[in-house]
């Protein structure tokens, strides 16, 4: 058990993936509380649960609570540098879920609702899956006394 822990929570020791994390967690929270909550300009669960059911996310209203949880909770964990490897691992498969079945048709560019955003976003939790949180985490905390 100790080595899956050790695993899970190793890190750089670096200060990039910090950088990424404070970021990403800012962008995931926000974008997390608008499908959940319905701040920051959100639909909420139910405005979002429709939607995502009128583009073939069925059942809408467990996808929105999924990907809303995701994105919320996934990015609050990355705010903390808590569970780093595990949330991105969430996180990128909600990224990718999110391009292939939103952004993809539409080409790169945001503009046009591409999927340029979302590719970024998945870039820097795939970075932060291989790096883990960096030196300024909790992640690192707890593995320095496992």
Known sequence: MK???STVLKTDETLAPVALRLVAGII???HGAQKLFGWFGGYG??????WMASIGLEPGYFMA???GSAEFFGGLLLLLGLLVRPSAIVLAI???VAIFTVHWPNGLFMSNNGYEFGLALLAMV???GMSGAGRWSLDRVISAKV
């Open 3 to 5: 080595s899956i822990v």
């Open 28 to 30: 995931f929270t926000a």
């Open 45 to 50: 669960l139910e405005g979002t649960g429709q």
């Open 65 to 67: 609570l999924m990907a």
């Open 94 to 96: 909600t990224m990718l």
């Open 126 to 128: 795939a970075a932060l």
